[in-house]
């Protein structure tokens, strides 16, 4: 499975046991403006240097998972767990430092002054 997002956070890589590493990406996928949705990722083992490049603002491209495991506990009720694992990440572009150097919008080129098209003839 893929998504393309804007990196929120790249957690540091943490030694779960002597041996598992894991590192966790969280990318805003804004699918509804209005309501945007933090996915978090998990990377393990060899594949936590896939974000050794990746900063928060990036635009990714992020490929995964979707992992399922059941669990029983100690009282015998069973819970299920869905991780999102992911196994590459491609950026499609740098965040802030990118975006200052592209305009949101195209600045006027007319002369709007006063005056200037007295022979217009739109209706407003």
Known sequence: MEIKGKVHE?????????????RELIVEYV????????????AIQDRCALMDNVKVGDDVEVFFNLKGRKW???TGKVVY?????????????????NNASTPEYAA???NLSA??????????
């Open 10 to 22: 790249v957690s540091p890589t943490t030694q779960v046991t002597d041996s598992l590493k894991k």
């Open 31 to 42: 699918e509804n403006p209005q309501y945007p949705e933090y996915l978090k990722f998990e």
């Open 72 to 74: 029983t506990d100690k």
């Open 81 to 97: 767990f869905n991780t999102l694992q992911l196994w590459k990440v491609n950026v499609l572009s740098g965040g802030a430092s």
């Open 108 to 110: 006027p080129t007319a």
């Open 115 to 124: 005056g200037a098209d007295e022979d217009d003839d739109l209706p407003f």
